[in-house]
Structures are given as C-alpha cells and as structure tokens.
Nanobody, 115 residues
Framework: QVQLVESGGGLVQAGGSLRLSCAAP????????MGWYRQAPGKQRELVASISSLGVTDYADSVKGRFTISRDDARNTMYLQMNLLKPEDTAVYYC?????????WGRGTQVTVSS
C-alpha cells in the first residue's frame, strides 16, 4: 500500500511561517504529479499547490506570493513553505500524488493560524 507521510503542521500566529513535508515512495515521487490540498471545517477540499516531476509548479490564487512548493528528488520528499500565514489558512493539509489512473492521499496534518 502506498504511503504518503506528512509532517510539519502546528499552531502559529498570523504572519508566521510553517514548513510542511511529504515523504513518498520513489516509484511514486519520480513520476506522479505531487500536490498539497487543504480542507477547512465545513468546506470542500481545495488544491493549494502542485509540482510536477519536472519541477513545474502551480498555485491557488489565495496563496500566491506566500507559499512555495518544492521537491527534493534525492529524499523523495515534497515541501510546502508557508509564509505570512493568515487565519483563513487554517485547515488540514493533505499530501497528494496523482497520475492519470491513480491518486494517493496522506492522512493530513493540521495547520492552525491564530489571529
């Protein structure tokens, strides 16, 4: 069974920073589109950012200029650097790996931003 393991969530004050990590098996990490999603209470899960195996990135408008997605191919790990955090960024953040056929999810990590 494919496991995506997130880490790095926590509680931070508005304006602060956090870095999330997602470790994946090499067979997945090297070819799948990797991404971060988030889901706030009472809301639908939404895409935050994604990064391809070639390093092409995409961001939700709400996080552009504040969040940076990156990958370390030697460690099979994806990161999400989150700066200038806002209370509305509070959510469970999920690591995602997607191909045309399959999609895998991590268990999620809680990010809470206090005002």
């Amino acid at each position: 069974q494919v496991q995506l393991v997130e880490s790095g969530g926590g509680l931070v004050q508005a304006g602060g920073s956090l870095r999330l990590s997602c470790a994946a098996p090499r067979s997945i990490f090297s070819v799948y589109l990797m991404g971060w999603y988030r889901q706030a209470p009472g809301k639908q899960r939404e895409l935050v950012a994604s990064i391809s195996s070639l390093g092409v990135t995409d961001y939700a408008d709400s996080v552009k200029g504040r969040f940076t997605i990156s990958r370390d191919d030697a460690r099979n790990t994806m990161y999400l650097q989150m700066n200038l955090l806002k209370p509305e960024d509070t959510a469970v953040y999920y690591c995602n790996a997607a191909s045309r056929i399959l999609t895998y999810w991590g268990r999620g990590t809680q990010v809470t931003v206090s005002s």
